[in-house]
């Protein structure tokens, strides 16, 4: 989680990123429609929240 | 990340990882959810997921009453809301102010670097958007469990088909004559912190009541506002109580550094107009006195009406009380924590977390309690987190540097370790919250 999103690092993740980027139980942090986004793969699955922690 | 959540290691905030939302306080907001798809060896984000599906509750009480408007009484209301409740919510306070950012009164807006709107938790319409009825500025008198009903110090009375009870505690006044004096304050709410402000304004010297959490917060922010402070402690050092010597000696010195004078292993024997006379004769020049010398939990409406309590409103792991259908969350719950066995806690989180399970075991969720204890302090450039609960006889020993502003103070009961306080190491923390939680044996 990060307290600023003013800033977007990381990759594209609406342009496609390789799977294998993204290793198992890992936290990648880039950036989807101007937000900080936070990918997480969990075996074969993969989520994708707002990395902005709300509080 | 742990298990299917993400944290935030600030102030260890909890979300969903398949649904964004915050399970855990203190976020009270979902983070934004994304459609991903995997295509061959590549994968990518298809866009935003705006429309979740609408809960239904387990159980919908006819009614919700909660009494208490703060931290616990305010995240449970939201969340009985989040959880798909339709019913009415009355959400009543003794304050005249809606639920807001405590934690702040003591620190950044005290010290005047918080403006006036980060301090509401959410802004009036919120709660008329959400249909939860207010009634501030109110209390609550009695309960009449038979009858299921609440009469208010007003003559109203709402019935109830769930009730929680959130009502906090009140500051500790000292015990020393003409205590009603105008130039001691106490603070407890935001008419508190404003009325110290003001003071503040056209004041130059200070004296502070209490070397905890409260007093020292306060002596930082008085400070920030260029008064000079003195500190009056009966401990001889700030904290050692809670942190353990290396963090009071750290607290004590940051204080120092930053010009705070400390007047410790002392007490006031007299607070006059201009100044305050300790008990070895010394006498500290200030135009006013803040006193944080402890809360005491708000109990006795819980107790008249026949409610088990036993310092503090007794509750089970689901934080009902012993008459079904009241619940109880925040300072003046007594719940049977699984590492610590039954504990009360004055913190913010845990009160708003207690407010979130309590709602949903209002629904009939059935989820047990059993976050470890969590809270935040700041002191200057100190900043400490401490998630467990040490009962005060714990062996402490440190890993890493506080001097350094770097380090945590790890706190054991024979093998087992009971919390964790640390500067400058927020994962570390957080990766104690998680094996405290979890029960795993934590490396020292």
């Known amino acids: ?55 | 990340m742990v298990d299917g959540t993400v944290r935030c290691p600030w102030h260890h905030a909890c979300f969903d990882l398949r649904t964004g939302e915050a399970l855990r306080a203190p976020a009270l907001n979902d983070v934004s959810c994304w459609k991903t798809e995997k295509n061959g060896a590549r994968f990518r984000i298809t866009g935003k997921i705006l429309n979740k599906p609408a809960r239904k509750p387990a159980i919908s009480p006819e009614t919700v009453v909660i009494v208490g408007a703060g931290a616990a009484g305010g995240a449970a209301a939201e969340m009985l809301r989040r959880q798909g409740y339709n019913g009415p919510i009355t959400l009543i306070g003794r304050d005249k102010s809606l639920p807001y950012d405590r934690p702040n009164l003591s620190k950044d807006y005290l010290a005047g670097n918080a403006p006036e709107e980060w301090i509401p938790l959410r802004p009036d319409d919120f709660y008329r958007e959400q249909k939860i009825d207010t009634v501030t500025g109110t209390e609550v008198k009695t309960i009449d469990t038979r009858k299921k009903q609440v009469t208010l110090s007003d003559g109203r009375s709402f019935g109830y088909g769930a009730l929680l009870l959130a009502t906090g505690s009140d500051p500790v006044h000292l015990d020393i004559p003409d205590y009603d004096l105008p130039n001691l304050f106490y603070l407890r709410t935001l008419a508190d912190s404003r009325r110290i402000i003001e003071k503040a304004k056209n004041a130059k010297r200070a004296v502070v009541i209490g070397e905890s959490f409260i007093g020292l917060e306060v002596a930082w922010s008085l400070r920030e506002r260029k008064l000079e402070v003195a500190v009056v402690g009966k401990h001889s050092l700030p904290l050692e109580g809670v942190l353990g010597r290396e963090f009071g000696e750290l607290i004590k010195k940051t204080h120092e550094k930053n010009g705070v004078k400390f007047h410790l292993g002392r007490m006031p024997a007299r607070i006059e107009e201009k100044h305050v006379q300790l008990d070895d004769g010394t006498k500290l020049d200030c135009d006013f006195v803040v006193a944080g010398i402890g809360v005491r939990p708000n109990i006795r409406l819980a107790e008249s009406a026949g409610i088990t309590t036993d310092n503090g409103v007794v509750v089970n792991e689901f934080l009902e009380t012993n008459v079904p259908g009241i619940f109880a969350a925040g300072d003046i719950a007594s719940w049977p924590d699984p590492r610590a066995g039954r504990i009360r806690v004055e913190h913010w989180v845990v009160a708003q977390r207690q407010g979130q399970t309590a709602a949903r075991n209002i629904l009939g969720a059935r989820e047990r309690f059993v976050v470890p204890p969590f809270f935040w302090s700041n002191h200057f450039d100190v900043h400490i987190q401490y998630v467990g609960h040490s009962g005060g006889k714990d062996l402490a020993s440190v890993s890493g540097d506080l001097k350094a502003k770097h380090g945590s103070v790890i706190f054991k009961d024979g093998e087992t370790i009971t919390a964790v306080a640390s500067v400058g190491r927020h994962h570390e923390n957080l990766q104690a919250e998680v094996a405290l939680e979890r029960g795993d044996k934590l490396r020292p």
Do not use: N, W, Y
Request: overall charge negative; glycine content about 14%; proline content about 4%.
């Open chain 1, 1 to 55: 989680m990060a307290d600023d999103s003013s800033q977007l690092t990381g990759p594209d993740f609406e342009k496609g990123i390789p799977i294998d980027d993204v290793a198992d139980g890992v936290m990648l942090l880039g950036h989807a429609g101007g937000e900080a986004v936070l990918v997480v793969r969990r075996g074969e699955e993969i989520f994708a929240i707002g990395a902005t922690c709300t509080h």
